[in-house]
């Protein structure tokens, strides 16, 4: 059962006047670790683009620098930030129209 199957057979046993509250918690919580989540593609995208160019923490001497595949990495993750992000706008859209 996934948690959101656990929510929700949680929910179905309260009482009804709890189920908006309830649900708007639940909705922060999946933006949050949506914001996070693209945080941590933000870190990774900045990680490999300073090794990409020997910055520090790097020397430049690492393997991986200047490579296509590492650069690759960077961009990847950069384009993953996007997209979770894209996501995050349009539930709030979402919220906003209901």
Known sequence: MTSRERFEAWIDSQPRTMLLASFAVWQAAERQALERA???????????WNLYKGRAPYTGSEE????????????????CAHAIRALLDAQSKDTEGA
């Open 38 to 48: 693209a945080q941590i593609c933000d870190e990774v995208s900045t990680d490999r």
């Open 64 to 79: 991986g620098r200047a490579s296509d595949y590492v650069q690759g990495e960077s961009d990847g993750a950069e384009t």
